[in-house]
Each structure stands twice: as C-alpha cells, then as structure tokens.
C-alpha cells in the first residue's frame, strides 16, 4: 500500500446499536477541522467495556453502510466483524498499520466523554502512538476543558488542526463542535417504548430500522437474523 503524506484516515469505532446523529455529527466535525482524506466507520464484533448488542453484527453494519453511504469519503469497515476476538481500539489501530498506514496518518476519533476514560482502555498509553487522536465536544464535555480533566496528558493536546498536522509525532487535537445530544440506549428505549426516533438517526436508518422491526423488543440476548451475512460495502481488502 502506497500511502502520500497528505493521506489523512478517519477512524469511528462503535457497536453502532444504533448508529445515531451524535456519532455522525463526531465524525462530521473531525473531516471538517482536519481535512480528512477518508473517514472509516468500524462496527465493533464484541464490545470488551459494556453490555453486548441487541442488534446482530448484520443489522448495525447495514444501518452504518447506509449512514455512510450518504457522505462523500466515509465508508463502512468490517475490519472488526471479521474476528471473534474483543474489538479493542489498540487491536484495530494495529489492523490498520498492518495494512501500512504510518500512526500519523490515522486520526482516531472520539467523543470528550469517552477519551475522559482514556486511561482505563487497554494499552494505555501506549495507545496514545498508534494514531492521533481527534478528541470532539459532546453535550456536557467541551473538548476544551480535557486539559484540566486530563492534566497528565496536557503536553500532548493540541487546539489547532494545524498543530496536529504538523506535528511529526501522534497528538491529542481538540475540536471543539457541537454535536447532538443523542445516546443509542436512549434510541432504544424510545423504539421499545414504541416512541418515534424522528432527528435521532438518518432518516435511511431509521427506515431500515423499522423495517426490520429492529428494538423494538428489549429481551436480553435478542438477535435479528444473525444468520445473514456481512454486507460486502466497505471492505477493507485491497482498498486504500
């Protein structure tokens, strides 16, 4: 793989069990600041950190197929779908230098509420060098105040999109943008509840959602058609 040093990859893991507009006005917000070549959703197989998925892997890479598909540059990956194991950020971060992206090229990106747990992820803070991370305001969490809530790793954090692409090592840039207050469990109780979700997710999303009747049943374990397979949009085999 042959990779320009102006190659810039989005990266937004989640379970996606709705993906939502908070999730997509994150990623919205990190292409925008930092010019991002690409922008590569990757759904989660197995969520090391919180309950398991009321959608089957099949539904939630659809509904993030389809969200993507409405975005110039973005594309759904099943880099993560395609192993049983924990869908650890440092495991994935590794799957993409496999594949011969430099840690500067990669732009991991996350909410404030989230990267406020950094420290309790896996390979931390190691993780802090496979990729810069792009750090984005969510409702109660202003990505400008990380520096007093994450003191040890003020050194690192950057306030300016040029800051970070300049610099010759993986930084934390700070983006401040604002994003929707939206939660997926909040999504799902609506459906179950049978409450419209009209605003919270793409309306495409929403149209497969209902169509497949997807939530509106919160029965533990509850899958809808595992059986199916991965939809092929978006592979990460042999793409740049």
């Given at each position: 793989m042959t990779n320009g040093p102006l190659r810039r990859i989005g990266i937004l893991g989640g379970t996606f069990d709705p993906v939502h507009?908070?999730?997509?006005?994150?990623?919205?917000?990190?292409?925008?600041?930092l010019g991002l070549t690409r922008v590569d959703l990757v759904t989660s197989n197995v969520p090391p950190h919180r309950p398991q998925p009321l959608a089957s892997a099949y539904h939630r890479?659809?509904?993030?197929?389809?969200?993507?598909?409405?975005?110039p540059g973005w594309r759904a990956a099943d880099i993560e779908l395609r192993f049983d194991a924990p869908s650890y950020t440092s495991r994935?971060?590794?799957?993409?230098h496999d594949r011969g992206y430099e840690p500067t090229q990669l732009f991991f990106i996350i909410g404030a509420d989230a990267f406020a747990e950094i420290a309790s992820w896996r390979d931390y803070p190691a993780i802090l060098d496979a990729a810069h991370f792009a750090v984005v305001s969510r409702p109660g969490f202003p990505a400008f105040e990380m520096p007093e809530r994450l003191p040890r790793?003020?050194?690192?954090?950057?306030?300016t999109a040029i800051d970070a692409l300049n610099s010759p090592n993986p930084v934390v840039v700070l983006i401040d943008a604002t994003t929707a207050d939206?939660?997926?469990?909040?999504?799902?109780g609506r459906l179950a509840l049978g409450e419209p979700i009209d605003g919270l997710v793409a309306p495409r999303v929403q149209q497969h959602i209902e169509q497949h009747g997807l939530y509106s049943s919160m029965i533990?374990?509850?899958?809808?058609?595992?059986?199916q397979q991965i939809p092929q949009a978006g592979r990460l085999h042999g793409q740049n």
């Open positions: 507009i908070g999730h997509l006005d994150i990623a919205d917000a990190a292409h925008q600041a890479f659809a509904m993030v197929a389809i969200a993507a598909q409405e975005r994935t971060l590794m799957r993409f790793l003020s050194g690192r954090m950057a306030t939206v939660s997926a469990t909040g999504i799902r533990p374990g509850r899958r809808a058609t595992d059986t």
